[in-house]
């Protein structure tokens, strides 16, 4: 029996949890010091009434023999597909319903995807990156090229012909940097993938951040992009499920490698390996569509947008480097007097008692930044602003 080696290739821990020890460590050692937390993009708003309702519905559904529910369909229930479908139709983008396939998170489906490609692919990954991309790539033994994300390039890296990859990763508005490509960059990736024959996996788990008009939501809106690109996104955000997970992958029917369907595949690998997500939660997410629904999870997205101008107004009053925010929960900001990351991150740590994510943790050219997230509750975001700007 042999283990699977290229986990050894990992570093030791995830980069949230090197900053939850880091966090407990200090809370050990200063007991009854309050801590801000603007680190791990995890929402603090509960889940809108609407879901709530929906939720409660199903449970007493499921409780009657008339009503009870067994193994749902493994692709996701038509009621809530219909929706993400809708959708997406506002955009506009047209989606057949069996390219739609719900899945109990973005991260999940982010990692799970790699089954149906070859470990001999090579990926190419943006850096600074959301860490999993990376780590679950590793784990399978695939080989990594990044392209940078820069403050020349406003974190916003474009393709290049030196570049050979056959996997490549766009998470748009960026997570960790909040950057979000424009229209025509996106039809750049996606002309680089089709001219390379290559397969963008993009990750729209922040659309819903998007305010300006003219960017993009989905990468399906950019001409092309059917034939080169899956698009990944999820409730977590949008409407604060990251505990209650649910989420969906976009495959369309035209997108091929050597003439085999990866929609094909994708379906072939969820009805083998996952049950479907729990009826309970699909009634739930189905509800942030209606009507009162939208405008429930909008106060909320609202709330969160709030909190990222505060954020950012501070960091640029004290004339801070920062992207993101806008169109995104992430400030993407430049350590003070050219610390690197965890050094910023050890001094806010210590000296104010407030936690962000350093930089460095998602690659290296994320060393001598810092991220902070917008999906703080507004006292902690505003305490830790005012404590943030004493030491900048
Ligand atoms: C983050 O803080 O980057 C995200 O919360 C991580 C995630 O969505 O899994």
């Not at 050990?28 to 929906?54: C, M, Q, R, W």
């Not at 008009?213 to 990944?232: D, M, Q």
């Not at 920062?322 to 995104?328: A, H, L």
Request: net charge negative; charged share 25%; aromatic share 10%.
């Amino acid at each position: 029996m042999e283990l699977n080696n290229h986990f050894l290739d990992l570093k030791d821990s995830y980069l949230f949890s090197t900053v939850a020890r880091k966090v407990r460590e200090y809370q050990a050692s200063h007991p009854g010091v309050k801590v801000y937390k603007l680190s791990i993009g995890d929402v603090t708003l509960p889940l809108a009434p609407v879901v709530i309702e929906a939720m409660h519905k199903a449970v007493d559904e499921m409780g009657k023999k008339e009503t009870f529910r067994g193994y749902g369909p493994e692709l996701g229930y038509d009621f809530l597909r219909e929706k993400i479908q809708a959708y997406y139709k506002r955009l506009p983008v047209d989606l057949d319903l069996d390219e739609i396939i719900v899945s109990d998170g973005a991260k999940s489906d982010l990692g799970n995807i790699l089954d149906i490609m070859s470990p001999n692919n090579k990926v190419l990954i943006p850096d600074p990156v959301y860490p999993a991309y990376v780590d679950v790539n590793i784990m399978a033994g695939r080989k990594i090229d990044t392209c940078a994300g820069n403050a020349e390039n406003g974190f916003k890296p474009m393709p290049n012909d030196s570049y050979k990859a056959d996997v490549i990763y766009i998470c748009s508005p960026n997570n960790p940097t909040g950057a979000v490509y424009t229209k025509d960059e996106l039809k750049a990736w996606v002309d680089y993938a089709n001219k390379q024959n290559a397969l963008i996996i993009f990750d729209a788990a922040y659309e819903a951040f998007v305010q300006d008009k003219s960017l993009p939501h989905s990468i399906f809106e950019i001409e092309g992009a059917r034939t080169c690109a899956l698009e990944i996104c999820s409730f977590s955000k949008t409407a604060g499920f990251t505990g209650t997970r649910c989420g969906y992958t976009i495959v369309p029917k035209e997108l091929k490698f050597n003439g085999i369907s990866a929609n094909a595949l994708w379906n072939r690998r969820q009805s083998t390996k996952f049950n479907g997500t729990p009826y309970i939660i699909q009634r739930a997410a189905e509800a942030v569509f209606t009507d009162e629904g939208q405008k429930q999870i909008q106060a909320n997205l609202e709330y969160y947008r709030e909190n990222a101008r505060i954020i950012k107004n501070a960091l640029v009053e004290k004339g801070i480097y920062c992207v993101g925010g806008e169109n995104s929960p992430y400030i993407w900001l430049k350590c003070p007097n050219g610390m690197k990351s965890w050094e910023f991150f050890d001094k806010l740590l210590n000296e104010k008692g407030v936690v962000g994510t350093p930089g460095a943790g998602f690659g290296e050219n994320g060393e001598g930044f810092f991220r902070l997230t917008a999906f703080g509750d507004r006292e902690t975001t505003i305490e830790a602003v005012k404590r943030i700007t004493e030491i900048l």
